[in-house]
Each structure stands twice: as structure tokens, then as C-alpha cells.
């Protein structure tokens, strides 16, 4: 610690002294002591105890200031003329130390009964230091463990049913649609006369029987043939034979297997003769048809 320091915590009551001293000349003349080379001024209580001196080589010293009362205000001096002066703001104060890390919690003791309120202490003096590196953030506690779940209320009474609401009136039937005229009924054709019935005539004599006529010849017929048709394996097929002269008498018709059955055989014209087969076979089949 250097000198400076030193003299601001002792230099106040030495300063007392002196001017107690001498306060009845400060207003006449100052009072000049020159001490001895290698000696000082001394002040002396009553039982020789040394209270201040002042060295030759400027040095001041009050043994029994650590007897003294402590004080908050400190007292400093001004470098270039040695003048004891109020300290400026800041001085005397220290920078804050860095914020040690935070111990384990201890565990909690029980609670101990409430103490008697203190009284207010006056309030210090604010220092002037300038604010200390914030200390690292403590580690997080643990979480605590979850409170037992409360008991489910009772459930509430069902409400009563409300009354069911009046039914609505039924709404008007709408107008009956216009109904459709009716068309003309035709007139009746008048109902013809009937006919008187006529009076039973009376039976004739049968007559007499005629003589036999002769016989008469024999006709030649003339057979003509239909072109023939493949019948095909299924539906129906038609042929038709046609007279080349005169008018057809007689027909017939032919399949070359029992296959295709003859549903229709029949004179189809003065001159032709037709037949049709069910066909399941794909042969031929024919139309003959026997004119005169």
C-alpha cells in the first residue's frame, strides 16, 4: 500500500491537533517549528504517550489513531501542496471482486420462531466503485416432483326436459287444378233397317240324273326343279321351283340328309311350289314343284 493511502486514515487527526494548537495565532501570524536534521515535531499527551509527530522530511504519524473511533468519511490530501481536502467521489472505494460460485443449497433446517424487528440502520453512504463482472449463473435446481392430482368432483344433476313446443298450424291446401275440357264425343252412325226375313220356299222335285259323260284324257305334267341351296348349320332356308309353262298341280322337296327337317312345303304362286328346311347341316337342299 502506497504512502498516499496510508495518510488518508491518519492524517485527518493530526491535522485536528495542529490546528487546535495553533487556532489563536491563525489569525495573527503562522508559527513556524524547524526541526533538527534526522528529528521532528512532537505532541505529547499528559503521560508522555507520543500522539503526533511530524518528521523533518514531511512524514506524519499519530500512534494512537487505532484507538480511536471508526468514521465512514475519508480524508485526503493534495499532492502538490500537502492540503488535506475531502475526497472526491470514487476514492477510497474499491472495485467489486468477482462473484465467487455459488455453493450447494444446504439442506433446509427447520424454521426457527420469527426474531423482533431490528431497528432501520442509517442509511450508509453510496459508493462510487465501479460494478464487478456478474457471477456466473448457478446451475438450475432440480424440478419438483408433481403434486398428487386432486379428487374429481361429484357430477352435477342432470337438468330437467324442457316442455316440447306447441305444433304449428297446418298451412292452407292450395287451389284444385283447372280440369281439362273434355273432347267432342263423336255422333253415333244411325243403325240400319233390318231386312224382313223372307218366306221358306218349298222344296223341288229332285231331277232326274244325267247321263255319264265320257272320259276325258289324262294331262302330261311338267316337273321343274329349284336351283339347290346350301342349307347352312342353323336358321331356316327357303327354296322355290317355278312352272316354266302353265300352272303348278303338286311339289316336293329334298334334303340329302335327315339333318335339315322340312317345316313348310306348300303351292306359293299359280306357278310355283315352296319349301322350307331348319337347318342344322350345311348340305343342299331342293324345291320341285309339277306343272300342267
Not at 334334303?255 to 311350289?273: E, G, H, M, P, V
Amino acid at each position: 500500500m502506497s504512502k498516499n493511502r496510508l495518510r488518508r486514515y491518519w492524517v485527518a487527526p493530526a491535522l485536528s491537533s495542529v490546528l487546535a494548537l495553533h487556532a489563536a495565532g491563525v489569525l495573527a501570524a503562522d508559527i513556524s517549528v524547524t526541526p533538527p536534521a534526522g528529528g521532528g515535531f512532537v505532541v505529547k499527551g499528559q503521560g508522555g504517550q507520543e500522539r503526533l509527530r511530524v518528521q523533518g522530511t514531511g512524514e506524519v504519524y499519530v500512534p494512537g489513531l487505532s484507538a480511536t473511533p471508526t468514521n465512514t468519511t475519508l480524508t485526503c490530501y493534495d499532492a502538490a501542496t500537502g492540503q488535506l481536502t475531502q475526497c472526491a467521489a470514487g476514492i477510497g472505494t474499491g472495485a467489486t471482486g468477482a462473484t465467487g460460485a455459488t455453493g450447494a443449497t444446504g439442506v433446509t433446517g427447520a424454521v426457527g420462531p420469527t426474531g423482533v424487528t431490528g431497528a432501520t440502520g442509517a442509511t450508509g453512504a453510496t459508493g462510487a466503485g465501479a460494478t464487478g463482472v456478474t457471477g456466473a449463473t448457478g446451475a438450475t435446481g432440480a424440478t419438483g416432483a408433481t403434486g398428487v392430482t386432486g379428487v374429481t368432483g361429484a357430477t352435477g344433476a342432470t337438468g330437467a326436459t324442457g316442455t316440447t313446443g306447441a305444433t304449428g298450424a297446418t298451412g292452407v291446401t292450395g287451389p284444385q287444378g283447372i280440369q281439362g275440357v273434355t273432347g267432342v264425343t263423336g255422333a253415333t252412325g244411325a243403325t240400319g233397317a233390318t231386312g224382313a226375313t223372307g218366306a221358306t220356299g218349298s222344296t223341288g222335285a229332285t231331277g232326274a240324273t244325267g247321263a255319264t259323260g265320257a272320259t276325258g284324257s289324262v294331262g302330261t305334267l311338267a316337273e321343274s326343279q329349284s336351283a339347290p341351296a346350301n342349307c347352312g348349320n342353323s336358321g331356316t332356308q327357303t327354296v322355290t321351283a317355278s312352272c316354266s309353262a302353265g300352272n303348278v298341280v303338286s311339289g316336293g322337296c329334298e334334303s340329302l340328309t335327315f339333318d335339315n327337317a322340312i317345316i313348310a312345303t306348300k303351292r306359293s304362286s299359280a306357278s310355283q311350289w315352296s319349301c322350307t328346311f331348319s337347318c342344322t347341316n350345311a348340305l343342299p337342299v331342293t324345291a320341285y314343284a309339277y306343272c300342267q
